[in-house]
Structure formats: structure tokens, C-alpha cells
């Protein structure tokens, strides 16, 4: 199973808006109704961030949000700060019960 | 508080075996079908197995078939990952999750890791 393809890195000021995308192929069977998307900090585990496409958890701040078209699913961290930079990766399950990670992206807050 | 702990990393020469464990509390693990994750040095997270509540149920990706067996203890509380024929690029801290035991496919709560280095 590949992995999703994200880009390898972003950038943005605080206050700024930033979005990551996260795409599969057209022939994987990857179910894009689940996507969830996690952010690691150097060190540490990975928190989920969003699950369901767009379904935040308890607790994790508004300013991130998710969306998907077709078979690209998008996170978008709005008003950016500091404490966001960390690396994000994006998931999904297959239609064959398996889990598929995304290739992961570094966000950078300049 | 949902904890998940994980153990037995360590050095493993090359050919070797390893018994990596996840010890839970706060939940009751018979309930939640669980994962074991990856993820080498300076590289991305990669999904390596899951079993269902009562262990009916297991998957691996591709890649890990054959060397890798997953199994659960639900009467002590514990997840177990054995490794066999270790490679280099076996190398990695090995995460597990908990998936939710919803009609959806995501880890909602991970363990903090436990490195396994393969050299000689």
C-alpha cells in the first residue's frame, strides 16, 4: 500500500493561514471518508488532529480545520502560532481493512 | 486517563527476535481494536498491524507479512508485537494506538514509543 503523498514541507507568518494536502492515487483503495490527520512534535507521539475528513476532537483548537475533494484531502491551520510548528501527517483505511500514513509535511512558522 | 505504555525496545543484532509490549490502562482493552505504528529515524509514521478486541481479526501491511505477529493479553492489559529475522531497517520506534471503537478508522490515544536500534 503507498503511502498518501503530502508535500514536504510549509511555511507561513503568525496570523497566517496555511493549508497541506494530502492525495492518493486514483487506483488505491484507500477509503477517503476517513481521513485524520495528526501532528508530532520532535519527540513526542502523535496527537490526532482531525479524524472523519473534518471532525475535530475535544479539546484541539478551531483553528484547524479539514476538508477533501475527491481523493485530496486538505488540512488548513488558521491563524498560525508558534506552538503549531511540528509535522503533520495525514491517514486513512483502505477498503482492504488496512491503514495508509501520508509521506508527512513540516510545518515551518517563520 | 487512557495510558498506553510500551516496552522491550532496545539492540537487537541483525537475524534477531523481539517481544515489543504496550501495557494499557484506563479503558477496557477487550473493547478497542488496537495498532502498532512505526517510524524509522528522521522518517514518516508507517502502519504495521491491528487486532480486534477479541483477536479475531488481524491485519498487516504488506511489507511486515511474515516476520511480524501481533497478539493481545486482554486479562493483563497488554498488546504484544514479536519481530522476527531483524533487519536494519527494522530500526524504529514502534508506537501503539488505540483505535476507536466507532464505525470510523482513527487512533485517538498512542503510547509514547519504544525505540528498537538493529545493528551488530
Known amino acids: 500500500q503507498s503511502a498518501l503523498t503530502q508535500p514536504a514541507s510549509v511555511s507561513g507568518s503568525p496570523g497566517q493561514s496555511i493549508t497541506i494536502s494530502c492525495t492518493g492515487s486514483d487506483l488505491d483503495d484507500v477509503n477517503y471518508n476517513y481521513v485524520s490527520w495528526y501532528q508530532q512534535h520532535p519527540g513526542r507521539a502523535p496527537k490526532l488532529m482531525i479524524y472523519d475528513v473534518t471532525y475535530r476532537p475535544s479539546g484541539v483548537s478551531n483553528r484547524f480545520s479539514g476538508s477533501k475533494s475527491a481523493n485530496t484531502a486538505s488540512l488548513t491551520i488558521s491563524d498560525l502560532q508558534a506552538d503549531d510548528e511540528a509535522d503533520y501527517y495525514c491517514?486513512?483505511?483502505?477498503?482492504?481493512?488496512?491503514?495508509?500514513f501520508g509521506s508527512g509535511t513540516k510545518v515551518i512558522v517563520l | 486517563e487512557v495510558q498506553l505504555v510500551e516496552s522491550g525496545g532496545g539492540l537487537v543484532k541483525p537475524g534477531g527476535s523481539l517481544r515489543l509490549s504496550c501495557a494499557v490502562s484506563?479503558?477496557?482493552?477487550?473493547?478497542?481494536?488496537m495498532s502498532w505504528v512505526r517510524q524509522a529515524p528522521g522518517k514518516g509514521l508507517e502502519w504495521v498491524s491491528s487486532i480486534s478486541g477479541r483477536s479475531a481479526y488481524i491485519f498487516y501491511a504488506d511489507s511486515m507479512k511474515g516476520r511480524f505477529t501481533v497478539s493481545r493479553d486482554n486479562a493483563k492489559n497488554s498488546l504484544y508485537l514479536e519481530v522476527d529475522s531483524l533487519r536494519a531497517e527494522d530500526t524504529a520506534v514502534y508506537y501503539c494506538?488505540?483505535?476507536?471503537?466507532?464505525?470510523?478508522?482513527?487512533?485517538?490515544?498512542w503510547g509514547q514509543g519504544t525505540l528498537v536500534t538493529v545493528s551488530s
Open positions: 484506563g479503558f477496557t482493552l477487550d473493547s478497542f481494536t
Open positions: 491517514s486513512s483505511h483502505t477498503f482492504s481493512n488496512l491503514y495508509v
Open positions: 494506538a488505540r483505535e476507536v471503537p466507532t464505525a470510523s478508522w482513527y487512533f485517538d490515544s
